[in-house]
C-alpha cells in the first residue's frame, strides 16, 4: 500500500523558514518516471502546485515561489523534504505531498496534508 | 488567477446529470498534454477521480466520466448523488509546470 504523511510546524513566524518533510511508504523514490510534488491549498482556496523531485534527483519549482523554495530527497530514508524561506501569513495553507505517477503528470496518492499557520 | 478555469460552483439534483468544464490555452491543454480530474470532499485531501483525460483508476465508479476538445476538458457526473458533494479540481501541464484549476464546488440539491 503506497502511503505519504506530512510532518512538520503548525505554526511558524512571519520572515522564517518552513521545513517540511514526506515520509513515503510502498515505493521507492528511486523508481525510474515517478517522483513526488508539494502542493499547498490556503484555507478555502484552490490547489497550487510548488514543487517537485524526480527519481533522478532533477527539480522543477513554481514559476512564483522559485526563488522561496528547495526540495531534495533522502531515498535512503524515504523522505522528500521542502523548505520555503521568508513566510508570510499569505502561505498559510495545508500543505500536501503527492506521488506523480509514472504514466503521466498526474498525483495519486496524496498525503493527508498539514496545515500551517504564519502568525507573529 | 488559475492558469485553468473552472466555473466556481455547479449544481444538480439527485440523478440528475452535471459537467464542470476547465478551459485552458494553447501552452497547456490545447498543446496536447492530458488533463487530471481530483475530488476533494470536505476536510480531506484530493483523490484522483480521473487521469489521462478520461481514464478512470480502480473504484471510482462509471458515473464519472472525462473528456477532452482543443484547449478544454470537461468533467460529467451522471446519476448524481449526495456523496458527489465536494470539490472538483483540473490539473494539466504547461511549461514544465504543474497547474491546477480554481477548483467547482458541487452541490447536490
Redesign the interface.
Known amino acids: 500500500q503506497v502511503t505519504l504523511k506530512e510532518s512538520g510546524p503548525v505554526l511558524v513566524k512571519p520572515t522564517e523558514t518552513l521545513t517540511l518533510t514526506c515520509t513515503v511508504s510502498g515505493f521507492s523514490l528511486s523508481n525510474a518516471r515517478m517522483g513526488v510534488s508539494w502542493i499547498r491549498q490556503p484555507p478555502g482556496k484552490a490547489l497550487e502546485w510548488l514543487a517537485h523531485i524526480f527519481s533522478n534527483d532533477e527539480k522543477s519549482y513554481s514559476t512564483s515561489l522559485k526563488s522561496r523554495l528547495t526540495i531534495s530527497k533522502d531515498t535512503s530514508k524515504s523522505q522528500v523534504v521542502l523548505t520555503m524561506t521568508n513566510m508570510d501569513p499569505v502561505d498559510t495553507a495545508t500543505y500536501y505531498c503527492a506521488r506523480k505517477r509514472a504514466s503521466g503528470w498526474y498525483f495519486d496518492p496524496w498525503g493527508q496534508g498539514t496545515l500551517v499557520t504564519v502568525s507573529s | 488567477q488559475?492558469v485553468l478555469t473552472q466555473p466556481p460552483s455547479v449544481s444538480g439534483a439527485p440523478g440528475q446529470r452535471v459537467t464542470i468544464s476547465c478551459t485552458g490555452s494553447s501552452s497547456n491543454i490545447g498543446a496536447g498534454?492530458?488533463v487530471?480530474w481530483?475530488q476533494q470532499l470536505p476536510g480531506t485531501?484530493?483523490?484522483?477521480l480521473i487521469?489521462?483525460n478520461s481514464n478512470r483508476?480502480s473504484g471510482v465508479p462509471d458515473r464519472f466520466s472525462g473528456s477532452k476538445s482543443g484547449t478544454s476538458a470537461s468533467l460529467a457526473i451522471t446519476g448524481l448523488q449526495a456523496e458527489d458533494e465536494a470539490d472538483y479540481?483540473c490539473?494539466?501541464?504547461d511549461?514544465?509546470?504543474?497547474?491546477?484549476?480554481?477548483?467547482t464546488k458541487l452541490t447536490v440539491l
Open positions: 488559475s498534454y492530458d487530471h481530483y485531501a484530493p483523490k484522483l487521469y489521462g483508476p479540481y490539473q494539466s501541464y511549461s514544465s509546470l504543474s497547474v491546477f484549476g480554481g477548483g
